[in-house]
């Protein structure tokens, strides 16, 4: 569990002070991630809102973004969906995308490791041959959202290069909190929200505790080159006792992967230095069975850098039997400097409002990435919250008061709160290699994939 004890004043470092008086806003937002820049760009796109004062507060350096280097592909890529997508269509920031280093897909197929039967596919045939998503890099998101605060001529909006070091109650009449900066300038909102990810000092300064657990996993990340294009119109996942290995598509032969490893695998995964190494375990663990693939990692669980590793998962792939009723890929290459690990966790605040605060993203909520949900979860935050403002400012309310927040939290944290709940079950269930388990979640995914009612009213769930 994680506890945060209700502090009037959140002290985040040396702070250097100008005797200045704080500068009033209405809104202040901490975190130039997608959350954070999609409240602005919503904010400032919108009639109702558009008036508000508003300022984005980035440790980073924006330009980094405006400027990104579009050679290679970033390993932080998501799964956007429908919803999302129409999301960034009404905001304004969708045509800044670049479409071009976009997959949209049709397909969604995960397999059981236990068995080539234990399969469960998802079509696009029920949202009327739509797309069921989009792969996307998140860079390219934030580069398109920063380009419409700049088309709305509201880059004077964002504040980067600096770090929060402050956050304290007020103590004159007007009861907002003050936002003290490492340049030492300083926000006094009627508003604050905090899109500061995981570790969230607007969270920690409203007092709201965020429950969970970290798993003992790592994710896995990086840039594969595939031998074919034939597979960019699905999102591929098999499910290993070590934790998912997910094959996600990219703009022609090219691929992105998730595997959401156990420590003790994450850890050899991460000493593997030779990437042919690396794309010979990557296509084994796509392919062959668990004992084959426990055999390769323990070999080089005592030499990262054993090359017969590679002859010896060759042999066993050329042996293999294809699954007829899934094309499985063929990954031939890996981008250099692509690949990362990230720890993973579930965590979910008590509230994502306060008096004056709002939470939205991971500050709000954390999700296994097995589901391929937290980007979107973030996104329909911004769409509640902004929603919600605009309601206050037509009743004429204050919209840093809890009685104009409170929609929010209600409309969203019991949908977040399902299905972090479903993501949580999924991953103890599928990482596991209790036998009895083993039978009936294979039993299961051949079940589920035989109710097409029930798998169609899924889609259209995270489409509508």
Not at 77 to 98: A, D, E, P, V, Y
Request: hydrophobic content about 40%; some cysteine; proline content about 5%.
């Amino acid at each position: 569990m994680f506890r945060t004890p209700f502090p009037t004043t959140v002290k985040l470092g040396l702070l250097r002070l100008k005797n200045t008086t704080p500068q009033l806003q209405d809104v202040v937002i901490v975190g130039g991630g997608p959350a954070g820049l999609s409240v602005l760009a919503a904010l400032k796109n919108s009639s109702k809102t558009a008036h508000l004062s508003c300022k984005l507060v980035e440790g980073g350096d924006l330009n980094k973004i405006r400027n990104f280097d579009e050679t290679a592909y970033s390993n932080r890529i998501i799964s956007l969906t429908n919803k999302s997508m129409r999301f960034m269509q009404k905001i304004g920031s969708w045509k800044h995308l670049n479409l071009d280093r976009m997959q949209f897909y049709d397909k969604v197929a995960a397999y059981d490791s236990s068995s080539h039967e234990a399969l469960i596919e998802f079509t696009n045939d029920a949202i009327n041959y739509d797309p069921m998503g989009a792969m996307c890099e998140v860079v390219n998101i934030q580069k398109s959202l920063i380009a419409r605060i700049d088309e709305l001529d509201q880059s004077d909006c964002l504040v980067d290069n600096v770090k929060v070091e402050a956050i304290e109650e007020s103590t004159s009449e007007i009861d907002w909190p003050i936002v003290k900066l490492s340049n030492g300038d300083a926000y006094q909102t009627r508003l604050l929200i905090g899109a500061d990810g995981y570790n969230s000092p607007v969270r920690r300064y409203a007092g709201i505790e965020s429950r969970g657990w970290a798993y003992d996993s790592f994710g896995t990340v990086g840039v594969l080159k595939l031998a074919s294009d034939q597979y960019n119109l699905v999102s591929l996942q098999r499910f290993l006792s070590s934790g998912p290995l997910a094959i996600l598509p990219l703009p022609e032969d090219d691929a992105t992967f998730v595997w959401s490893a156990k420590t003790e695998v994450a850890s050899i995964l991460k000493s593997i230095t030779n990437d042919k190494i690396f794309v010979a375990l990557i296509n084994a663990a796509l392919r062959l069975e668990e004992t084959d693939l426990k055999y390769a990692l323990n070999k080089l669980q005592v030499n990262p850098d054993d090359t017969s590793v590679i002859e010896d998962l060759q042999w066993r792939i050329e042996l293999f039997e294809p699954n007829e009723q899934l094309d499985i890929p063929v990954v031939i290459g890996v981008q250099p400097g692509s690949r990362a690990s990230f720890p993973l966790k579930m965590s979910h605040a008590d509230s994502y409002v306060g008096p004056r605060v709002a939470l939205i993203g991971d500050a709000a909520h954390t999700i296994h990435p097995l589901a391929g949900q937290g980007l979107n979860m973030g996104q329909a935050d911004v769409a509640s919250l902004v929603a919600a403002i605009e309601t206050g400012i037509d009743r004429g309310l204050d919209i840093g008061s809890t009685l104009v927040l409170e929609p929010y939290f209600a409309q969203c944290f019991p949908y977040n709160h399902a299905l972090l709940g479903v993501c949580d079950k999924l991953h103890k269930i599928f990482s596991n290699d209790v036998y009895p388990i083993i039978l009936v979640r294979s039993f299961g995914m051949r079940f589920m994939n035989s109710l097409t009612p029930i798998k169609d009213f899924m889609i259209k769930t995270l489409s509508v």
